[in-house]
């Protein structure tokens, strides 16, 4: 089983539409949770840190489920420039190892 | 601020052939990872470095590739000999240690585009 697993998609959406990604993972110690966004032929960016609580930036709401070991990004009011490959990150403890998912690939057309 | 800098941004070379590339992270960040993207593929991480000491080279092939960070700054990576499987993009990423100063966010460089022939 991978570490991280998420949906490769692609997701394809008009504009305006509402798309949720999920994402697992193995290893019920990890202890962080981000969800980074990486553009055709660039480098990936911090898109948002997931927290227990659940978070919200703008039209992007992350969750995370610890017992069910799921992580979430919903974004609401797809833009074009929305269009990406989304990927799932966990770490553990200790020094900070980050594993990346093999990211979902989300197309948002007019 | 400068951000995570890499070279070469391209590389082309046969199977066997050696290639090396360099790294140098965000300033006063002390872990330094080098992760290899196949297209289509999540980053894979190669090793990390806390300062200049190894941390993880779990997924390192150590019968070709190296990787070093003399002085707990820049970092290169070698790949010798050069397989068709290697062909990826190497990125190279920094993080602070510190927490308070988002430890946990890492910060890639745009990568070093590699095609072995």
């Known amino acids: 089983r991978k570490e991280v697993e998420q949906d490769p998609g692609p997701f394809n959406v008009p504009e305006g539409a509402t798309v949720a990604f999920n994402c697992t993972y193995s290893?019920?110690?990890?202890?962080?949770f981000f969800w980074y966004r990486q553009d055709c032929r660039k480098e990936p960016k911090l898109l948002m840190s997931v927290y227990s609580s659940g978070n919200e930036d703008g039209r992007f709401t992350a969750q995370l489920n610890r017992a069910s070991q799921y992580i979430s990004l919903l974004i609401r009011d797809s833009k074009l420039s929305d269009s990406a490959t989304y990927l799932c990150v966990v770490s553990g403890t200790g020094f900070q190892k980050l594993v990346f998912g093999t990211g979902t690939r989300l197309l948002v057309s007019p | 601020e400068a951000g995570v800098a890499q070279s070469p941004r391209y590389k082309i070379i046969e199977k066997r052939q050696s290639v090396a590339f360099w790294c140098n992270p965000i300033s006063g960040h002390a872990t330094l990872y080098w992760y290899q993207q196949i297209l289509g593929q999540g980053p894979k991480l190669l090793i990390q470095f806390q300062n200049n000491g190894v941390v993880d080279d779990s997924q390192l092939p150590k019968d070709r590739f190296s990787a070093e960070r003399l002085k707990g700054v820049d970092s290169t990576l070698k790949i010798q000999p050069a397989k068709l499987e290697d062909s990826a993009v190497y990125l190279c990423?920094?993080?602070?240690?510190?927490?308070?100063?988002?430890?946990?966010?890492?910060?890639f460089g745009e990568g070093s585009w590699l095609t072995v022939v």
């Open positions: 290893n019920s110690a990890s202890q962080s």
């Open positions: 990423a920094s993080s602070p240690v510190d927490r308070s100063q988002g430890g946990n966010t890492i910060y």
